[in-house]
């Protein structure tokens, strides 16, 4: 079980991470690391230290059998930790994807910092694991917790292979507007211009971003630090994603009460 309203369970084979964006600021893995640390458990002895992530990564293989638990579950994988750090060799990922493609039976979910690396590593996975296909039971997604990140990463999302991509705008620190109206290249996430993509030309893989992006997540920051998150802000998100269609999951309102907004994606088929 997890407190993390959007999935049903968490299974952490990697551990440890470093801050990246303003996000990261107040880290709830990072406060859970170090509780675990002084806990005693072996994984996350070298992950973080009293200033916090140190960039080094643990792992607990003996997770990835959790896995093939329950049938028709929702699984965040690495929530203590981002799958495509980039001190993470391609073949531990390489294991992880061999366990997702093994384990049909749930759907997991691998929330990404670093889209980047997320586009350059998964047509690998793909071709090692699943014959250079998507991966039906594999949803990836990224953060976007203001403008800035929005723009940056959403792109690197929509050019990544996916059955399903989702964006968690989550701690919600800005107005977001993800330009759900403008088309971009699935290819590379590149933007249109005089109908070809600006960076690899294509003219017939232009399509809408609302094709690319099938699920937003959205909430306020919590914990003891939390930074405001205005109410018109989600309400101005969720307004996005009802024009288009997009299914959005609201974890809560913006005064921190709990929302009764949870839409999920329909599974799309792919081949």
Known sequence: MTKIEWTDDTVNPIVGCSKV?????????????????????????SVVDANGWTGQIGFDWNQ???????????IFISSMGDLFHDSLAISDIETVFHAIVANSQN?????????ENMLKIVPIMLERVNNGKPIENLWLGV???????????????????????????EPMLSEVDLHLNRRYCPRCGGEEYN????????????????????????GPE???????????????????CAE???????KKNADGTPSNIHRFPEVKHVG
């Open 21 to 45: 964006s303003p996000a990261c600021d107040n880290c709830y893995a990072e406060r859970m690391a170090k509780r675990l640390r002084g806990m005693g458990l072996p994984q996350y002895q």
């Open 64 to 74: 990835l059998k959790k896995l093939n638990q329950g049938y028709g579950k929702k």
């Open 107 to 115: 759907t997991y979910q691998i929330l990404t910092k670093r889209p």
């Open 143 to 169: 953060t976007a917790e203001n403008q800035t990140t929005a723009d940056y990463r959403i792109p690197f999302l929509l050019g990544t292979p996916a059955a399903i991509r989702f964006v968690s705008v």
């Open 195 to 218: 109908n070809k993509c600006l960076f690899c030309r294509e003219a017939h893989y232009i399509t809408s971003r609302t094709a690319g992006i099938d699920w937003v997540i959205a």
């Open 222 to 240: 919590t914990g003891p630090h939390k930074r405001k998150c205005e109410e018109d802000w989600i309400e101005d998100l969720q307004s996005q």
């Open 244 to 250: 288009f269609k997009v299914p959005f999951f609201l």
